[in-house]
């Protein structure tokens, strides 16, 4: 019983280049969310999906792209990275009603 | 509106000395959840405690308890006797009633404790 998985744990990337963080589940739970910490800020909604095939934007959703295949997994695309994005990424999973969010380990995302 | 405020942003203790990190919450629901999270220099988010709106009994675990109180929409955690091993940031995390496909976590910045040998 892995819990939430992403991969890759570490990224560099030149501005301007895409690249797809993985993210999966196999507590079986519908609802997944993608965040980036950054210092000061704390945590920061990306995208959200509630279901297979359901996707809702989080309060900083510009320049990333999510979709929504199977229950276990819920990738975050970036489509042209910038400096900006340089960032902390972790995936989670919630449960049924108010149940805990649990946390992958984080991809750590450098762009130059 | 829903929020969440961790106003201390760093505090600095002695090893063995009690701390306490203060939450306060806003919201409008009458059902709630609120959570405590823990995130060690390793940067992964550990889960320690839920406690839902109609659960107002203080909660405690080894060295750490929880302190609910409706009445000033706080919710805070106390670390007895602390250790090294507890320097982290905390977070604490609001969640309104899960009704329906809603179940946003809304966070406050954390606090970063640093314990001192």
């Known amino acids: 019983n892995a819990g939430v998985t992403q991969t890759p744990k570490f990224q560099v990337l030149k501005t301007g280049q895409s690249m797809t963080l993985q993210c999966a589940q196999d507590m079986n739970h519908e609802y997944m969310s993608w965040y980036r910490q950054d210092p000061g800020m704390g945590l920061r909604l990306i995208h959200y999906s509630v279901g297979a095939g359901i996707t809702d934007q989080g309060e900083v959703p510009n320049g990333y792209n999510v979709s929504r295949s199977t229950t276990e997994d819920f990738p975050l695309r970036l489509l042209s990275a910038a400096p900006s994005q340089t960032s902390v990424y972790f995936c989670a999973t919630r449960g049924a009603g108010g149940s805990a969010a649990y946390f992958g380990p984080g991809t750590r995302l450098t762009v130059t | 509106a829903q929020k969440v405020t961790q106003a201390q942003t760093e505090i600095s203790v002695v090893e063995k000395e009690d701390v306490t990190l203060d939450c306060v919450y806003e919201t409008r629901d009458t059902t709630y959840y609120l959570f405590w999270y823990k995130q060690p220099p390793s940067g992964e988010l550990v889960f320690l405690i839920r406690?839902?709106?109609?659960d107002e009994q203080n909660e405690i675990s080894g060295r750490y308890s929880w302190n609910f109180q409706k009445s000033t929409s706080s919710f805070n955690f106390t670390i007895t006797a602390s250790q090294v091993v507890d320097s982290a940031v905390y977070f604490c995390a609001l969640s309104e009633n899960n009704a329906g496909n809603n179940r946003k976590l809304i966070w406050g910045l954390g606090t970063s404790l640093a314990v001192n040998p």
């Open positions: 406690r839902n709106s109609f």
